[in-house]
C-alpha cells in the first residue's frame, strides 16, 4: 500500500469515526436504560450471539478458520423488486460492448474520477459507455462527452448489467455483488470504507483488476479494460461467481436465518 493510500484510509476512518460518535452515544443510552450490559471497549461484545449475517457469497470471501458458529455467507438482499424505475434513452445503446460506470451513491462526487473515466473511452471507439454520476455532480462538469457516452444522473443497474461487458466500479458490495450476479467483471477503483476490502476480494478471485485513485489515468484506465475485455480469466470466474450467487439464494436463506435464531415457525401454508 502507498504512502497516500495509507494516508487517504486513515482519514476516512477518523471521518467515519467522527460520523457514528453521535449515533454511538444514542446507541449507548438505549442500551444502559434497558438494562444491556455491553463492554464498550470490546468490539466483540457488541456482535449478536444468535445469528451476523453477510451478503456475501462464501464463494466471494476469503477463507478463514475464524467464522464463529453464528455467523452465515449468503448471497445479494436484492431481487430487484421494489425499486424506483429510471427513465433512460435505451435507444442510444448501439449494441457495441457496454461499459457501465458508476462511482456510487453515497461518495460520487469525484468530478476527476468520471472525467478520467470518459477521457479513457475515448480511446475506444469500438466501445460504448453509460456513466451513472448521482446527483452530486451535474454532467456540464464533465465536459464534452463523445459520442460513444452516454452520462446520466441515474441508471436501471440492474437491467444495464444485464448487457454489460465490464463494469468500472468504485468497489461498493451492492454495486460488485449486482455485477457478479450478472456474471460481469469489473475495474474497481475504490475510495473509502469497505471498498478497499472488497477490492481485495475482486483481485484474490480474479473476477477483475483493481487500481486506486492515485494511479488513475485515462492511459491507466484504457489498459486496464483492454486486459478485462481480453483475457477471458475474468469473465470465467464472474460466471462462476454468478453460478454460486444463483445456487446461494441469499435472500430466502438470510430470511429463514433470521426467523430460525429468532424462533419463528413457518405456517405450513407459507412453508408450501
Not at 478458520?65 to 448501439?94: A, C, M, N, Y
Not at 468520471?114 to 469500438?126: C, P, S, W, Y
Not at 457516452?149 to 468500472?168: D, M, N
Not at 469489473?186 to 494511479?215: E, F, H, N, Y
Amino acid at each position: 500500500m502507498t504512502l497516500a493510500a495509507l494516508t487517504r484510509n486513515r482519514k476516512g476512518v477518523a471521518n467515519l469515526a467522527r460520523m457514528l460518535k453521535q449515533a454511538n452515544a444514542v446507541v449507548k443510552a438505549y442500551a444502559e436504560r434497558i438494562g444491556l450490559k455491553i463492554d464498550w471497549d470490546d468490539p466483540g461484545s457488541t456482535l449478536s450471539p444468535l445469528a451476523s449475517i453477510t451478503q456475501v457469497p462464501r464463494a466471494f470471501d476469503f477463507e478463514s478458520s475464524h467464522w464463529p458458529s453464528q455467523f452465515h455467507h449468503t448471497g445479494p438482499f436484492h431481487d430487484g423488486k421494489g425499486r424506483e424505475k429510471v427513465d433512460f434513452p435505451w435507444e442510444r445503446l448501439t449494441g457495441e460492448p457496454l461499459i457501465y460506470a458508476s462511482m456510487g451513491t453515497v461518495m460520487n462526487g469525484r468530478v476527476d474520477a468520471f472525467r478520467t473515466i470518459v477521457a479513457a473511452l475515448t480511446k475506444h471507439k469500438d466501445l460504448q459507455l453509460v456513466l451513472c454520476m448521482g446527483d452530486r455532480v451535474e454532467p456540464e462538469q464533465i465536459g464534452p462527452a463523445p459520442n460513444n457516452a452516454i452520462i446520466v444522473k441515474r441508471a436501471p443497474q440492474l437491467e444495464l448489467l444485464k448487457q454489460t461487458s465490464v463494469c468500472v466500479t468504485h468497489a461498493g458490495l451492492n454495486t460488485v455483488l449486482e455485477s457478479l450476479a450478472q456474471g460481469v467483471p469489473q475495474v474497481a477503483i475504490p475510495v473509502t470504507l469497505d471498498q478497499p476490502g472488497v477490492a481485495a476480494r475482486i483481485a484474490d478471485k480474479k473476477t477483475g483488476v483493481v487500481t486506486s485513485l492515485d494511479k488513475l489515468t485515462a492511459d491507466h484506465l484504457s489498459t486496464l479494460l483492454n486486459e478485462v475485455l481480453e483475457n477471458s480469466t475474468y469473465r470465467e470466474n464472474a460466471r462462476k461467481l454468478q453460478r454460486a450467487i444463483a445456487e446461494a439464494n441469499g435472500l430466502s436463506v438470510a430470511a429463514d436465518l433470521i426467523e430460525g435464531s429468532l424462533g419463528v415457525t413457518k405456517k405450513a401454508s407459507d412453508a408450501g
